[in-house]
């Protein structure tokens, strides 16, 4: 009798990952239509401030009813903070806490408060940004998504991670350093799933955002010539003057609510009638420095004021922006930091061109490469810092620069001992939730780096946490199941299983876990 080889099965491709793009692609879609509609709101918002300050100069009669007016919004927007905290601020935080597990919040009552909330705090000229609230509002509209369609908990934060990239590649149009944001900075982790699906997401969001505002550069700025090597001394000189700067921002941020209940003895849902009040005077008599800053960036490339002048808009805008945002009103800080990064170039050329250190025709190389610089610095964020401007400018003349500078002004203030700021403002709003059992459960995945202290040891020579399970190890391709014996690498990702509310206590704890001793 003669046997037949039976053919073999063939095996079904993995489709997990293009799953997860297309479900990216589709979030980013609805992502990139709020925010652009968003930030056009805004936009229209600043211009129309503009005609109605122009009208109040020249009507004196009318400003104690625009005063009744502003004081009225301020209330409106404050009591909308007081029922949805989440609403306060940039939002970059509160999405790291959704992340992080810290912190939960229902989709729609935030997402159209911040909306609305966002447009008439922005759309009033304050020193606040669009980028932080349109992250928020990406991450929000996501989490909608991910609980309308009964998403897992590892798929749910997933995409909000996605409508978090989203988000500010729609309010920048840079998808590439929106990914890099996410990963960097918000979600702390280059897991190959979040990456390709927020990428995707980024991309679409993008491609929306264009046919609402068009292709040119959101900070379109022309430059006479490319930073010949001879110049880089200076920039090692502007790295740390921008780090120092970054750190002193830092302080002087974190303080800011702290201050504001000392000083102004008002509830804190009112904090924001202060900004409302103090920018009538900007908009009668300077109203072009009204707004996040990105008409200040353009405006200092095309023609630089003299140094004196520079210095006093620096002033200005440093004090408001804390004054601004310290409120709890709702914006961000992206787009201010830039900004000031601008004016922080301006001066640092200026100096050196007066002092004969330096040729005028560089003076704008500098204003581009500092604002990748003083962002570095302050959101600990280099690799961001330096696609951003890359994508925001148009240009990848600049990226030896901006990289130089970057790390530099990062390297100064993490001597200082400054923590990313969104970071830190995040431990201000929620502490890690204390271990505990029961609830859904839920995956961490946490990497090893090369200096890890866990690199070299045994699973078996650690205390593990309790209410978790390490239940797997990635090794490139590659999932390992853990034993004892397991020796941990660099580049190896922890994947352990916990309780959904336990997720960022877990991650803290896996910081620096205990050595069982011998």
């Keep these: ?74 209330i409106v927007v404050g009591y909308m903070g007081r029922q949805y905290p989440e609403i306060k601020g940039s939002g970059i935080p509160q999405v790291e806490g959704q992340l992080s ?7 729609w009552p935030v997402l159209w408060r911040k909306f609305v909330g966002g447009i008439l705090s922005i759309g009033s000229g304050l020193f606040l940004g669009r980028e932080g609230p349109s992250i928020q509002l990406g991450a929000t509209v996501a989490q909608g998504y991910a609980q309308a369609t009964h998403q897992t908990e590892l798929k749910r934060r997933v995409l909000i991670a996605s409508g978090a990239a989203a988000g500010l590649s729609a309010a920048f149009n840079a998808p590439i350093a929106s990914t890099l944001f996410v990963l960097e900075e918000v979600y702390h982790n280059f897991s190959p ?78 904090f924001g009638i202060v900004p ?24 200092i490339a095309a ?85 951003l401007i890359t994508e925001m400018v148009g240009t990848l003349h600049h990226l030896m620069p901006l990289a130089v500078v970057s790390i530099t002004a990062y390297i100064v203030v993490d001597i200082l001992g400054g923590a990313p700021i969104y970071e830190s403002l995040l431990h201000k709003i929620v502490q890690p939730t204390m271990p505990h059992a029961g609830g859904k459960l839920d995956r961490v995945e946490f990497p090893l780096f090369v200096g890890s202290y866990m690199v070299g040891h045994q699973v078996r020579d650690f205390q593990w946490p309790q209410n978790s399970l390490l239940i797997a190890i990635r090794r490139g391709e590659r999932e390992i199941i853990p034993h004892g014996d397991t020796l941990l690498i660099a580049g190896d990702t922890l994947v352990v299983t916990t309780g959904h509310r336990n997720r960022g206590n877990l991650l803290h704890l896996l910081d620096r876990l205990p050595v069982q001793t011998k």
Aim: glycine share 10%.
């Design 1 to 74: 009798m003669q046997w037949q080889a039976q053919p073999t099965k063939k095996q079904s491709p993995d489709r997990t990952r293009l799953t997860y793009i297309l479900q990216g692609c589709l979030t980013g879609a609805i992502a990139g239509l709020v925010v652009s509609i968003f930030r056009l709101s805004i936009v229209n918002g600043l211009k129309l401030m503009l005609v109605v300050y122009k009208y109040l100069l020249m009507t004196p009669a009318l400003i104690p009813v625009w005063l009744l007016l502003m004081l009225l919004v301020a």
């Design 101 to 107: 597990g810290n912190l939960e919040y229902a989709w």
């Design 193 to 270: 799933l979040i990456w390709t699906t927020a990428l995707a997401s980024a991309i679409v969001s993008n491609f929306v955002s264009t046919v609402f505002f068009g292709l040119t550069p959101v900070l379109h700025i022309v430059y006479a010539r490319t930073l010949p090597l001879t110049m880089y001394p200076h920039l090692l000189l502007l790295g740390i003057f921008l780090g120092g700067m970054g750190f002193f921002y830092q302080r002087i941020l974190l303080k800011m609510n702290d201050w504001y209940t000392y000083l102004t003895r008002l509830p804190n849902w009112l």
């Design 276 to 299: 409302f009040i103090l920018i009538i005077p900007i908009g009668l008599f300077i109203p072009q420095l009204m707004g996040g800053g990105n008409n200040i960036i353009l405006a």
């Design 303 to 387: 023609h630089s004021p003299t140094l004196i002048v520079l210095i006093g808009i620096f002033a200005l805008r440093f004090i408001f922006s804390m004054i601004s945002y310290g409120s709890g009103l709702p914006g961000g800080i992206f787009l201010p930091i830039l900004s000031l990064g601008a004016i922080l170039g301006a001066i640092y050329g200026k100096t050196m061109i007066q002092l004969g250190l330096m040729p005028s025709a560089y003076l704008v190389n500098f204003i581009i490469i500092a604002m990748a610089g003083y962002f570095a610095g302050i959101g600990k964020a280099p690799f961001t810092a330096i696609l």
